[in-house]
T-cell receptor, first 112, second 115 residues
C-alpha cells in the first residue's frame, strides 16, 4: 500500500463547476499538507500548504485536512479552463526539513 | 518564491552516454533536491544536495549512477550516467525556502529520452 493514494483521473468538469480533489494517506506522523499544480510540460507549482487539521482558503481554492480520517481535499470554486492541470497532493512530517511524499496526481480538465 | 531554471529543458540521448542537468536559483538556498517524475508515478526523490556536504541519496539511487555537485548556494548539477531507456523521465530540481515554511519550489524540469 502506498503512503499516499490519489485518484489519477482524468476528471472532466464544465466551466464554473466546483471541483473536489482528494488524497488519503496512511502515515499518521504527517503534519504538513501541500497541493501542487502542474501544467503540461512545466514543473509543479506550490498552490497551498496547511499545517495539521482544518481549512485554509485562498481565493477560489480551499484546502481541507481531516487528520482523524487521514484524508485531505482541495476544492476549486467557479472552475476555469485555466485550472486544467494535474494536481498533486504532498505531505511531510514536522520539524525543519522533512522528506516530502507525493501523490501520483489527478489530471483535471475544465471544459469551456 | 525563488526563480529556478534548468538546462537543458529536454534532450534525446543514446544508450550508454551521460547527461548533466543544471539547476540555477536566483537566490541563495541551503537545501536543493533532485526528483524524477515518470508517467503515472509520483515524484520520486533521488537525492538531497546541501552546499558544503555530500549529497544524500534515497534508497534505490546511487552516486555512481546519479552523481551530484553543489558548488555554491545557487547552483547544482545532476548527471545521469551510462543511460538506458529506463532512465527516460522528467528530472526536476527543487529548493526548500525557509521564508516559505521550508516548503519546496520546483524548476521547470528536464525531459530526457534515452534511445
Amino acid at each position: 500500500q502506498k503512503e499516499v493514494e490519489q485518484d489519477p483521473g482524468p476528471l472532466s468538469v464544465p466551466e464554473g463547476a466546483i471541483v473536489s480533489l482528494n488524497c488519503t494517506y496512511s502515515n499518521s506522523a504527517f503534519q504538513y499538507f501541500m497541493w501542487y499544480r502542474q501544467y503540461s510540460r512545466k514543473g509543479p507549482e506550490l498552490l497551498m500548504y496547511t499545517y495539521s487539521s482544518g481549512n485554509k482558503e485562498d481565493g477560489r481554492f480551499t484546502a481541507q485536512v481531516d487528520k482523524s480520517s487521514k484524508y485531505i481535499s482541495l476544492f476549486i470554486r467557479d472552475s476555469q479552463p485555466s485550472d486544467s492541470a494535474t494536481y498533486l497532493c504532498a505531505m511531510r512530517n514536522s520539524g525543519g526539513y522533512q522528506k516530502v511524499t507525493f501523490g501520483t496526481g489527478t489530471k483535471l480538465q475544465v471544459i469551456p | 518564491s525563488a526563480v529556478i531554471s534548468q538546462k537543458p529543458s529536454r534532450d534525446i540521448c543514446q544508450r550508454g552516454t551521460s547527461l548533466t542537468i543544471q539547476c540555477q536559483v536566483d537566490s541563495q538556498v541551503t537545501m536543493m533536491f533532485w526528483y524524477r517524475q515518470q508517467p503515472g508515478q509520483s515524484l520520486t526523490l533521488i537525492a538531497t544536495a546541501n552546499q558544503g556536504s555530500e549529497a544524500t541519496y534515497e534508497s534505490g539511487f546511487v552516486i555512481d549512477k546519479f552523481p551530484i555537485s553543489r558548488p555554491n548556494l545557487t547552483f547544482s548539477t545532476l548527471t545521469v550516467s551510462n543511460m538506458s531507456p529506463e532512465d527516460s523521465s522528467i528530472y526536476l530540481c527543487s529548493v526548500g525556502l525557509r521564508s516559505k515554511g521550508n516548503e519546496q519550489f520546483f524548476g521547470p524540469g528536464t525531459r530526457l529520452t534515452v534511445l
